[in-house]
């Protein structure tokens, strides 16, 4: 059974940055997707970004990103990271890692079988 753990969630100012781990243990992942989401309160839970485990450069990413967050994975350690950078106030909500058995890189949390408890990630002054 594939279990996730996220790690590193915290408050950091506007500007600042963050790095997110998710601890994935429980398969060896080949064939996943591996996935970050976010959801803020009173708000849905949105895609931020997925990769496929198997060739990492493979990686899709929100609209709303605009290059500011980067999605990458240790094979060797069998984490997943979300780093953060140039954060803004509306990112402020609890981060999610998730995973999926297929290729394809879905950006819609119905797709996804797995998923951690979250980390809170707070942006304020």
Not at 11 to 40: D, E, K, N
Not at 83 to 103: G, I
């Amino acid at each position: 059974q594939v279990q996730l753990v996220e790690s590193g969630g915290g408050l950091v100012q506007p500007g600042g940055s963050l790095r997110l781990s998710c601890a994935a243990s429980g398969s060896s992942f080949i064939g996943y997707t591996m996935g970050w989401f976010r959801q803020a309160p009173g708000k849905e839970r949105e895609f931020v970004a997925g990769l496929l485990w198997e060739n990492p450069d493979v990686r899709r990413y929100a609209d709303f990103l605009k290059g500011r967050f980067i999605i990458s994975r240790d094979n060797s350690n069998n984490m997943l990271y979300l780093q953060m950078n140039s954060l803004k106030f509306e990112d402020t909500a609890v981060y999610y890692c998730a995973a999926r058995n297929d290729w394809k890189i879905a950006n819609t949390p119905v797709a996804y079988g797995s998923w951690g408890q979250g980390t809170q990630v707070t942006v304020s002054s």
